[in-house]
Nanobody, 120 residues
Framework: VQLQASGGGLVQAGGSLRLSCVAS????????MAWFRQAPGAQRDLVAA???????TYADSVRGRFAISRDNAKNTVYLQMNSLKPEDTAVYYC???????????????WGQGTQVTVSS
C-alpha cells in the first residue's frame, strides 16, 4: 500500500485546513485508515481513525474540532480540521491498517507526512 498525503500548510489560529490521503495498492474496505501527527521532539500520536464500517475514534485534544471521513470508491481518507490552535502544529501522517483496529501497532503502511503550521 502506498499513501500520498496533501493539504498541509500555514494557517492562523482559528482557521481551517483539509488534509487528503490517497491510497493505492492492496486497499480493501476492511482496512482502517487514520491520521497521526508528530510535533518536534514528541512521539507520533493518533489523531483520528476510521474503520471500513465507519467507526471512528478521535484524540481528546481534537474531538469536536476535527472530522475524519473516507471515500472507499476513491481510496481516500480526509481530515477536516477546524478551529485550529498553535498546538496542532505538527507533521501529519496518514496510515492504513489491514484490519479493523485503533491500535497504533497495527498500522503498517504510512504516508510521507504533510506539515501543518498554525500561527498564533
Amino acid at each position: 500500500v502506498q499513501l500520498q498525503a496533501s493539504g498541509g500548510g500555514l494557517v492562523q489560529a482559528g482557521g481551517s485546513l483539509r488534509l487528503s490521503c490517497v491510497a493505492s495498492g492492496n486497499i480493501r474496505s476492511g482496512n482502517t485508515m487514520a491520521w497521526f501527527r508528530q510535533a518536534p521532539g514528541a512521539q507520533r500520536d493518533l489523531v483520528a481513525a476510521i474503520t471500513g464500517r465507519g467507526s471512528m475514534t478521535y484524540a481528546d485534544s481534537v474531538r469536536g474540532r476535527f472530522a475524519i471521513s473516507r471515500d472507499n470508491a476513491k481510496n481516500t481518507v480526509y481530515l477536516q480540521m477546524n478551529s485550529l490552535k498553535p498546538e496542532d502544529t505538527a507533521v501529519y501522517y496518514c496510515a492504513v491498517a489491514p484490519n479493523s483496529t485503533f491500535r497504533r501497532s497495527d498500522f503498517s503502511s504510512w504516508g510521507q507526512g504533510t506539515q501543518v503550521t498554525v500561527s498564533s
